[in-house]
T-cell receptor, first 117, second 113 residues
Framework: DAGVIQSPRHEVTEMGQEVTLRCKPISGHDYLFWYRQTMMRGLELLIYFNNNVPIDDSGMPEDRFSAKMPNASFSTLKIQPSEPRDSAVYFC???????????????FGSGTRLTVV | AQSVTQLDSQVPVFEEAPVELRCNYSSSVSVYLFWYVQYPNQGLQLLLKYLSGSTLVKGINGFEAEFNKSQTSFHLRKPSVHISDTAEYFCAVSDSRDDKIIFGKGTRLHILP
């Protein structure tokens, strides 16, 4: 398996533009997580899905952020409109296990570095 | 609610010296504990985990961690570090009530020549 695949690796956009980040989890992993990493706030959980259904979106900063998982092999995180404070590295992770991926752990993608100017 | 505290944001250590990275957690129920490592410009990788049983757990790359319930700690140790251990290390916790894990803010390990 190629692991968790995220695209693009880098994204530079102007304030106010729409940004879409993409993630392909490992086949058979029922749980998918979106995290944001910044120097100031560390790793923040934005939202997670179980079997394509959003379970907890309490970490989504505001209505400008939305996430979808139309099928088991694809998820998107959209920011509209983007703002400079959204600049961060966004990670997608997947696992086959409940309870924090207690047996296999999480498999992370390589991340998308977003810069909003 | 569960939480994780990593007491040191950065730890410098000389090559071949031992290192300990500290982690304390809080939770009202039984927990699972994890250490993840993030090498530069990469995602996180699972280093080791504690689920139950023996309080000393061994992971990849010679790392080990000890679960101490009375002190609510899960410190990570390595007897002799190498330059390749330069990375950021994250402690994380989950419990039986939830499917998500909470990460600490991370500790950057700097290996000095």
């Amino acid at each position: 398996d190629a692991g968790v695949i995220q695209s693009p690796r880098h994204e530079v956009t102007e304030m106010g533009q729409e940004v879409t980040l993409r993630c392909k989890p490992i086949s058979g992993h029922d749980y998918l997580f979106w995290y944001r990493q910044t120097m100031m706030r560390g790793l923040e959980l934005l939202i997670y899905f179980n079997n394509n259904v959003p379970i907890d979106d309490s970490g989504m900063p505001e209505d400008r952020f939305s996430a979808k998982m139309p099928n088991a092999s694809f998820s998107t995180l959209k920011i509209q409109p983007s703002e400079p404070r959204d600049s961060a590295v966004y990670f997608c992770a997947s696992t086959p296990d409940p309870q924090g991926g207690y047996w296999y752990g999480y498999t992370f993608g390589s991340g998308t570095r977003l810069t909003v100017v | 609610a569960q939480s994780v505290t990593q007491l040191d944001s950065q730890v410098p250590v000389f090559e071949e010296a031992p290192v300990e990275l500290r982690c304390n957690y809080s939770s009202s129920v039984s927990v699972y504990l994890f250490w993840y490592v993030q090498y530069p410009n990469q995602g996180l990788q699972l280093l080791l985990k504690y689920l139950s049983g023996s309080t000393l757990v061994k992971g990849i790359n010679g790392f080990e961690a000890e679960f101490n319930k009375s002190q609510t700690s899960f410190h990570l140790r390595k007897p002799s570090v190498h330059i390749s251990d330069t990375a950021e290390y994250f402690c994380a916790v989950s419990d039986s009530r939830d499917d998500k894990i909470i990460f600490g803010k991370g500790t950057r390990l700097h290996i000095l020549p």
